[in-house]
Nanobody
Framework: QLQLVESGGGLVQPGGSLRLSCAAS????????IGWFRQVPGNEREGLSC????????KYADSVKGRFTISRDNGKNTVYLQMNSLKPEDTAVYYC????????????????????WGQGTQVTVSS
């Protein structure tokens, strides 16, 4: 069974940090681009960051640029999202996704480019 599982979410104070993990089971992430997204109820899913299969390229949404960093460890079949300087408006459910057909980063912040999704992890930024 192909599965992505996010972990690392939780409650953090403004200005704090969290590191999210996206672990794959049932398939190897080596040949997939990985994206991180978030969603607040009533809003569309927002693309935050993506990384190509060989980690050669990354892309960030303006809302997180300079604060979030995406990385991958293909040996551990895991992708990470380091989130620093968190703000209350970062509160959302965070999802990772794997896309097998993505080539480069041009469209990698669009949720329609991805084949597999995790179940999400809640991040709450509040004092």
């Amino acid at each position: 069974q192909l599965q992505l599982v996010e972990s690392g979410g939780g409650l953090v104070q403004p200005g704090g940090s969290l590191r999210l993990s996206c672990a794959a089971s049932g398939f190897t992430l080596d040949y997939y681009a990985i994206g991180w997204f978030r969603q607040v109820p009533g809003n569309e899913r927002e693309g935050l960051s993506c990384i190509t299969s060989n980690a050669g390229s990354t892309k960030y949404a303006d809302s997180v640029k300079g604060r979030f960093t995406i990385s991958r460890d293909n040996g551990k079949n895991t992708v990470y999202l380091q989130m620093n300087s968190l703000k209350p408006e970062d509160t959302a459910v965070y999802y990772c996704a794997a896309g097998g057909a993505l080539d480069g980063t041009t469209w990698c912040l669009s949720p329609y480019e991805y084949d597999y999704w995790g179940q999400g992890t809640q991040v709450t930024v509040s004092s």
